[in-house]
């Protein structure tokens, strides 16, 4: 480990000796405000090379990312704020000097883990083809309104609403003067009644041939 963190500051400095030499090429207005930014990306507690870590500009919407070993090479200005990140490890971020006297900046920058705490995930086994059947059988969804409308128009529904709501003027109306008609038909003597009828009782006999009043166990 010792071994390539020397290795990886020589290079870092091999680097910066032959940038050296290209930023004192005359007829180089950006000589004084451009800075060629090297540097290697490490883990704080091993000191390895972080691979394909960001390296962003802020501000500037331009960025680089590191090589596998960990290192990088950007053009950056005097007085950018860079910006180090890569995925397990927390950002970091430098800000070049105003004041650089030359126009190469190198940097060794650790990055320190970050541990991600994930919701915990349950695992069930795939449910056999008894369980499958058993549970859509038994699964129950509920009515939409289609089905709705039908239970309502069911017989026996209808008959309960009717027995639950009062009735209207209308209704009220027709009823007493089914009542006064009645009255009417049979007005000046008694009132007709269902235990004279021959009709009714040959009903009755029927039914009792039939067995209807007898108890059901």
Same mark, same amino acid.
């Given at each position: 480990m010792y071994k390539r963190f020397v290795f990886m500051v020589f290079l870092v400095c091999g680097l910066l000796v032959h940038q050296q030499g290209l930023a004192q090429q005359p007829n180089n207005p950006y000589r004084d405000s451009i800075v060629q930014l090297y540097g290697v990306i490490m883990t704080a507690d091993s000191l390895r090379g972080v691979p394909s870590a960001s390296v962003i500009v802020e501000g500037r919407?331009?960025?680089t990312i590191t090589s596998p070993d960990g290192v990088f090479s950007i053009a950056v200005m005097k007085g950018d704020r860079i910006t180090f990140s890569s995925i397990g490890f927390k950002n970091s971020s430098i800000q070049i000097p105003f004041n650089l006297p030359e126009n190469q900046y190198s940097v060794i920058q650790l990055l320190i883990s970050d541990t991600a705490y994930l919701p915990a995930t349950v695992l069930k086994p795939r449910p056999t083809r008894?369980?499958?059947e058993r =549970?859509?059988?038994n699964n129950r969804f509920p009515d939409d309104n289609y089905e709705i409308a039908r239970k309502n128009f069911e017989e026996a529904q209808r008959r309960i609403v009717l027995q639950s709501l009062p009735a =209207?003027?209308?209704?009220a109306v027709n009823y007493q003067l089914r009542q006064q008609s009645n009255k009417y038909y049979s007005a000046g003597?008694? *009132? *007709?009644?269902?235990?004279m009828n021959p009709a009714a009782w040959m009903d009755f006999i029927q039914a009792w041939k039939r067995g209807d009043f007898k108890r059901k166990k």
């Open positions: 919407g331009r960025g008894e369980q499958f =549970d859509f059988l =209207d003027g209308r209704e003597q008694i *009132p *007709p009644m269902n235990i």
